[in-house]
C-alpha cells in the first residue's frame, strides 16, 4: 500500500490504496463452441436482464483448458460484451490466452485466490473496509399472479404476493416467499444456498426445490398439501413443515 | 377514446369467434359504433358466423398490403348499421400479418370507431400475438375443463408480458373471464369445473357465464349472432356480458342449475 503525500486541506490524502472484498461472478467455461456459448448467454441473461445488465465477471477457462479446448479470448470478449456483460479479468488462461487478455485490457487473476492476489498479507488481517463487499441482497416483490408459461428468476429473496399458477416456474438464489397458492415450480438456493427455505400460504406446487433437492407433486405428502408450510433443507433431506404448528 | 377489446383463449373450439361475434354485436346495438376483425387468417369463420361470407370482396391482408382500403374492406353488417367486420383472408397464412402493418389499421380503425373487437386464432403463435398486442382489454374465454383454463392462465402471462402495454409500461392490459360452455348439471356431476374453480385457479374478474347451449350452434348455423337471439338462455348471457362490461349491474346467472320441477318446464330453454 503505498501513500500520495500531497494532502487537500482537509487533510484528507488525495488518494489512497485501500484493500476490499468484492463478490464477483465467475464464469466458467467447459467449451470453446463459441455459438454455443454466444446461446447460452443470452438465454441465461434473458432470465434476469436487469440483473445482468453491465454485470462485471471473471472469466474462469480452467475446465475448458483441461479439456483442451482453446477458446480465442478476443472473439470470447466479443461475445460476452455484446450480451451487456463486462469482463473484468481472467483465470485460468494460457499463456497465450492470458498475452490477448493483457492486450485487450483485462487483468489476470490467479486460481487460487482472486481477492489476495495483488495483497496476500491482507489475508490474515480482517477486512478493514467491511462496508464495501459487495453481497446482492436485492429482494424482488412481485404483486401480480405469476402465469403459466411464465418464469421468474430472483438474485435474492423472491416475495410473492399472488398465486403462482401450474406451469410457472419461480426461481430464486435465496428465499422464496408466496403469499398465496403456490401451484407451479419454485426453486430456492438455486445457486446452491442450502440455508434457502421456501415459504408458501396454500401447497399444491408440481415441484418444489432448495440448493437443487426436489421433490415432484407427487412424491409431497398429501398431510402438508393444502395448507401454509415451510420447506427446507435438513441433512439434504428436504423437510415440508406445516407453518401453523399445532401443540 | 376507442378501445380494443381482444376476444382471446389459448386453446381452439371454446367460443372464441361466437363470443367476438355477439359482443361485437351487442355493443353496436347499444349504438357505439364498432368493428370486428377476424385475425384467425387462412381459417377464417367470423364471416359464416356473422353471416356475411358471401359479401368479403377484399380482406385484412388486403388493407395491411395496400392493395385495398379500410373501407373498401370493412363490411357493414345487414342487422345493425352501427357494425362493421374485417374478414380474414382465406387464402393466406398468419405471416401475411405484421405488426407494423397491424398497428396502422388498427390506428386508422380508432379514429372513427369506438370498440374494435379483435378475434384471436387459437393458439400463441404470431396471429394470437398481433391480436392481442395492442388490446386495451382482453376477454379471456375459457370452458370449465383444466387444459382449457390451463391455456387460458398461459395466454394471461403472455397478455402480461408480451402486450404493448406491457413492453411500454402502461396500465396493464384489463382481463375479464367469460365462461363458456358452462352446464350445471354436468358441474354438479364432476364432470366439469365449477365456476370457483375456474376463478380460484386464474383469480380473474368474472364477466360471465354462458350456458351450454343449442341455440349457439343454431346461430352459427343461420350467420346470426347468439345475442340477436334474445330468447335464448346463450343470447341473455351476451347480453348481460355486454352490459356489465360497459359498467351496468348484472346479477350472474345460469351458473346454477334449475332446481324446481316447475322451472325446468316453465322456464327460458
Same mark, same amino acid.
Given at each position: 500500500m503505498s501513500k500520495?503525500?500531497?494532502?487537500?486541506?482537509n487533510a484528507l490524502p488525495i488518494l489512497e490504496f485501500k484493500s476490499s472484498n468484492f463478490s464477483v461472478p465467475v464464469l466458467a467455461l467447459s467449451s470453446n463452441d463459441l455459438i454455443a456459448i454466444q446461446q447460452q448467454l443470452q438465454e441465461k441473461t434473458s432470465l434476469a436482464p436487469e440483473f445482468f445488465k453491465n454485470l462485471p465477471l471473471v472469466i474462469d477457462l480452467q475446465i475448458s483448458n483441461k479439456l483442451n479446448c482453446n477458446i480465442d479470448i478476443a472473439a470470447l470478449t466479443t461475445i460476452i460484451r455484446k450480451t451487456g456483460l463486462l469482463p473484468i479479468g481472467l483465470r485460468g488462461g494460457n499463456k497465450q490466452q492470458n498475452k490477448q487478455a493483457l492486450d485487450l485490457l483485462i487483468p489476470i487473476y490467479s486460481v487460487n485466490n482472486v481477492a489476495t492476489v495483488e495483497d496476500p498479507q491482507k489475508q490474515q488481517t480482517p477486512n478493514p473496509t467491511p462496508e464495501t463487499v459487495i453481497r446482492d441482497t436485492s429482494t424482488m416483490l412481485i404483486t401480480q399472479p405469476i402465469r403459466s408459461g411464465q418464469r421468474i428468476y430472483a438474485t435474492g429473496d423472491l416475495i410473492i404476493m399472488a398465486q403462482v399458477s401450474s406451469g410457472a416456474e419461480i426461481m430464486a438464489e435465496g428465499n422464496i416467499h408466496v403469499y398465496n397458492t403456490l401451484r407451479g415450480r419454485a426453486s430456492a438456493g438455486i445457486?446452491?444456498?442450502?440455508?434457502?427455505?421456501?415459504?408458501?400460504?396454500?401447497?399444491?406446487?408440481?415441484?418444489?426445490?432448495?440448493?437443487?433437492?426436489y421433490k415432484v407433486s407427487e412424491d409431497i405428502e398429501a398431510s402438508v398439501r393444502n395448507k401454509p408450510v415451510q420447506i427446507?433443507? /435438513?441433512? /439434504?433431506?428436504?423437510?415440508?413443515?406445516d407453518l401453523i404448528q399445532h401443540h | 377514446m376507442a378501445r380494443i377489446i381482444v376476444v382471446t383463449s389459448g386453446k381452439g373450439g371454446v367460443g372464441k369467434t361466437t363470443t367476438s361475434a355477439a359482443i361485437a354485436m351487442g355493443l353496436a346495438k347499444r349504438g357505439h359504433k364498432t368493428a370486428v376483425i377476424d385475425f384467425d387468417v387462412g381459417l377464417r369463420n367470423l364471416d359464416l358466423i356473422m353471416g356475411c361470407e358471401r359479401r368479403v370482396v377484399y380482406d385484412f391482408?388486403?388493407?395491411?398490403? +395496400?392493395? @385495398?382500403?379500410?373501407n373498401q374492406a370493412l363490411i357493414r353488417d345487414k342487422n345493425c348499421n352501427q357494425l362493421y367486420i374485417l374478414p380474414a383472408s382465406q387464402t393466406r397464412d398468419k405471416d401475411a400479418l405484421s405488426q407494423e402493418g397491424v398497428g396502422k389499421i388498427l390506428d386508422e380503425l380508432k379514429k372513427d370507431f369506438k370498440y374494435i373487437v379483435c378475434d384471436s386464432p387459437a393458439g400463441i403463435e404470431k +396471429? @394470437?400475438?398481433? @391480436?392481442?398486442?395492442? @388490446?386495451d382489454d382482453a376477454? !379471456? &374465454?375459457?370452458?370449465p375443463e383444466v387444459s382449457s383454463v390451463r391455456d387460458s392462465d398461459r395466454m394471461l402471462g403472455i397478455l402480461s408480458s408480451k402486450s404493448r402495454r406491457a413492453e411500454q409500461n402502461e396500465e396493464p392490459i384489463k382481463e375479464y373471464l367469460l365462461l363458456s360452455r358452462y352446464s350445471p348439471d354436468r358441474v354438479k356431476l364432476?364432470?366439469? $369445473?365449477?365456476?370457483? #374453480? &375456474?376463478? #380460484? !385457479?386464474?383469480?380473474?374478474?368474472?364477466? +360471465?357465464?354462458? =350456458?351450454?347451449?343449442?341455440?349457439?350452434?343454431?346461430?352459427?348455423?343461420?350467420?346470426? =349472432?347468439? !345475442? $340477436?337471439d334474445e330468447k335464448s338462455d346463450a343470447g341473455q348471457a351476451y347480453a348481460d356480458i355486454v352490459d356489465r362490461y360497459l359498467g351496468e349491474e348484472r346479477p350472474h346467472r345460469f351458473i346454477d342449475e334449475d332446481k324446481g320441477f316447475f322451472r325446468k318446464l316453465f322456464g327460458v330453454k
Open positions: 500520495n503525500s500531497n494532502e487537500t486541506p445457486q446452491g444456498n442450502t440455508d434457502a427455505r421456501i415459504f408458501c400460504f396454500d401447497l399444491q406446487a408440481e415441484l418444489i426445490s432448495v440448493a437443487g433437492n427446507y433443507l /435438513q441433512n /439434504q433431506a428436504l423437510i415440508i413443515q | 391482408v388486403n388493407v395491411i398490403n +395496400g392493395e @385495398a382500403t379500410l +396471429g @394470437a400475438h398481433l @391480436a392481442m398486442y395492442y @388490446a376477454f !379471456i &374465454v375459457t370452458n364432476g364432470e366439469m $369445473l365449477s365456476v370457483e #374453480d &375456474v376463478q #380460484d !385457479i386464474l383469480s380473474l374478474h368474472l364477466l +360471465g357465464v354462458i =350456458p351450454e347451449s343449442k341455440s349457439v350452434l343454431n346461430a352459427s348455423n343461420s350467420g346470426m =349472432p347468439v !345475442i $340477436l
